[in-house]
């Protein structure tokens, strides 16, 4: 299995393990770290709608937690029949990281490469 069959493996894996009973919306991602690992993540939701958090800031917060801090790549995956891109809190947050981080959005029956740059210019940096 080359490395992109096994991001699209796990982000599938996660977005099974979503917890969304408000939304019924299953979000997965998986982020490849530069020394091989990946890390998933699912959308988790919360009564107080509010503190919900995304399918791609767990994953970032599981990897960087776990001490790593460089990024090449993620894989996004929702059953749906058409695409869905990282929100505008998710972007920043992986721009962090990497700004130019490969993104592969992957749906039912489709999927996209595309580069964070495109999503999020101009990203707030300190
Ligand atoms: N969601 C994600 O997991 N990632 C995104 O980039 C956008 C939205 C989740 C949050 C919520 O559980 C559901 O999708 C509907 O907004």
Avoid: H
Avoid at 40 to 57: D, I, K, Q
């Amino acid at each position: 299995m080359d490395i992109k069959d096994k991001l699209l493996a796990a982000a599938r894996e996660s977005a099974a393990n979503a917890y969304a009973p408000y939304s019924g919306f299953k979000v997965g991602a998986a982020l490849l770290s530069s020394s091989g690992n990946i890390y998933g993540g699912c959308n988790v939701e919360n009564a107080s709608y509010g503190l919900t958090v995304c399918a791609e800031r767990i994953a970032a917060f599981k990897a960087v937690s776990a001490g790593e801090r460089e990024f090449p790549e993620m894989c996004i995956y929702t059953d749906t029949d058409t695409p869905f891109y990282p929100c505008g809190a998710c972007r920043q947050v992986l721009s962090e990281f990497n700004p130019e981080m490969k993104l592969t959005v992957v749906w039912k029956n489709g999927k996209e490469e595309l580069n964070l740059n495109l999503l999020l210019p101009k990203q707030f940096k300190l």
